[in-house]
């Protein structure tokens, strides 16, 4: 039977460069089945990167949105801002294996791409596959607690 991914809630954001990537996206999570809480931007115009990964990661932080997905010029300055919020491990995936594995071993909940960096079909297969694999838990589920245990030592909570 297919995952029931109607109660998932996927934000997603992006600045100006991200912003006609992150209009596909939308499609593409509908067409998969997840509600989709678009946090911006609403155009090409230029704006500034962090307004909106800090939306998505608040929504994820706050558990809001189960995952996040972020699209700016590079992947890099999103994840970069999203990884200062407590609870959110996003990872910035211009290819295929990381946006697998960062699920698998590191249970990544926000992923970054960006749209200046690979084409649209690759960065819509990446996403496909950030969104449909599991965290494996086993011996990453350790691996994932001492990260936690790192993020209580030297962050504040929200
Ligand atoms: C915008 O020009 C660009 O700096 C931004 O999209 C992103 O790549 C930052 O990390």
């Known amino acids: 039977m297919a995952p029931d991914r109607s109660q998932e809630t996927v934000a997603v954001g992006s600045d100006h460069a991200g912003y006609l990537l992150k209009e596909r996206f939308k499609k593409e999570l509908e067409s998969m089945g997840y509600r989709v809480s678009d946090m911006g931007t609403d155009s090409e115009e230029s704006c500034d990167y962090p307004d909106f990964a800090l939306a998505v990661a608040h929504a994820v932080s706050r558990g809001e949105a189960g995952r996040g997905v972020l699209i700016c010029g590079t992947g890099a ?82």
């Open 77 to 158: 300055g999103m994840a970069m801002v999203a990884n200062k919020v407590p609870g959110v491990r996003a990872v910035a995936a211009n290819e295929p294996y990381t946006a697998e594995y960062c699920r698998r071993h590191n249970d990544a909940n926000i992923l970054t791409v960006g749209s200046r960096v690979i084409g649209e079909d690759d960065a819509l297969e990446i996403m496909r596959i950030f969104m449909s694999t599991d965290f494996e838990a086993g011996r990453h589920a350790a691996r994932l607690d001492k990260m936690k245990d790192a993020e209580r030592a030297h962050m504040k909570e929200c």
